[in-house]
């Protein structure tokens, strides 16, 4: 294998015995997470 070259074409936890713990963050994170701020309707203004 050639130093430099990427040849991993998929992506896995560096520590697969941990999956169970990533994702369970990834469900709090999605939960409880802060959200951007709802953008305000469309105005006809300046019209």
Same mark, same amino acid.
């Given at each position: 294998?050639?130093?430099?070259?990427?040849?991993?074409?998929?992506?896995?936890?560096?520590?697969?015995?941990?999956?169970?713990?990533?994702a !369970?963050?990834?469900?709090?994170v =999605?939960?409880? !997470?802060?959200?951007?701020? !709802?953008?305000? !309707?469309? =105005? =006809?203004?300046?019209?």
């Amino acid at each position: 294998m050639a130093l430099g070259t990427n040849t991993k074409f998929y992506e896995t936890p560096n520590h697969p015995f941990q999956g169970e713990r990533i994702a !369970a963050e990834a469900d709090l994170v =999605s939960r409880y !997470a802060p959200r951007p701020p !709802a953008r305000p !309707a469309a =105005s =006809s203004w300046p019209a």
